[in-house]
């Protein structure tokens, strides 16, 4: 009996989660993951650990990566999977995605301190694990431990959001070459979490149109960021689309995130796992005898 369990979308220190490659592959292999991959934000630093971490406690690995893009001025992330890791334009077009991070910090711990919170950069920074890629979350777990919110998720509800104080408009990569960068690497764009953002029908439709004319392939159905009725919706949109399925908690931490690693509802059967187009992309675990 051999189950697929595939969970192919969570983060480490290298980018906002709070574990290492190591600690992520083990917890992974804990909860049954067969098929891993781990997605930091903008950032593929952590891969070549990540797939020697998932061959030593045997788990079948994709590459992985989660790229911020500014589509009709929202942030739209997509994923990429089964990239070359050594690709140097991608590596090149990730640094850049994550240039303007440290000035965006600066400018929302000012924004900040208009409303009274004051000292949040270097808050933030404690919990940084890349200096490159200090982020919204690591905000986030800063107001918690200052007694601001209770938790992340109240963060996000009063602060670091569009309208609320400490949001900073940002430009990050074009849909385009976000989807060239992965595919031309040899890996499949996938749609992250499509039910999070807040586009019309219209926008929406368009953000599936380009993101299939750039050679888009997937698109994120089973995630802890959706609903069951959600994932019911964004199934029918890859029959629609006729993109792959794919299917990851984004897990970031054990205090944090409320879905644990590769405890999710299974793919509905009707549609193509990601992992079917990605086959001779997997880096398959050494047989144990
Ligand atoms: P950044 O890349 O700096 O904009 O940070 C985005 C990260 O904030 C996401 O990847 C999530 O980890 C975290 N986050 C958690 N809840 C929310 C939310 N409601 N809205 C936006 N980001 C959130
Ligand atoms: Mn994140
Ligand atoms: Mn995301
Ligand atoms: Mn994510």
Redesign the pocket.
Known sequence: MNTLNADLHC?SVVS?GTLTPEALAERAKSQGVTLWSLTD?DEIGGQARAAAAAAACGMDYLTGV?I?VTFLHQ?V?IVGLGFDADNSALMAGLQRTRGG?AQRAQEMADDLARVGIKGTFDGALKYVGNPNLI???HF?RYLVEAGVCKD??EV??KY??EGKPGFIE?RWANLKDAVQWITQAGGMAVIAHPA?YKFSANEELALFTEFKGHGGLGVEVVTGSHSAAEAATYAASALEFELAASRGSDF?SPGESRTELGALPDLPGQLTPVWELLADRIQHAPKVN
């Open positions: 983060h906002d934000h989660e911020s942030t992330h991070r982020s919204r979350t986030a992340t998720y996000f509800r670091l959001t940002h999070r970031h």
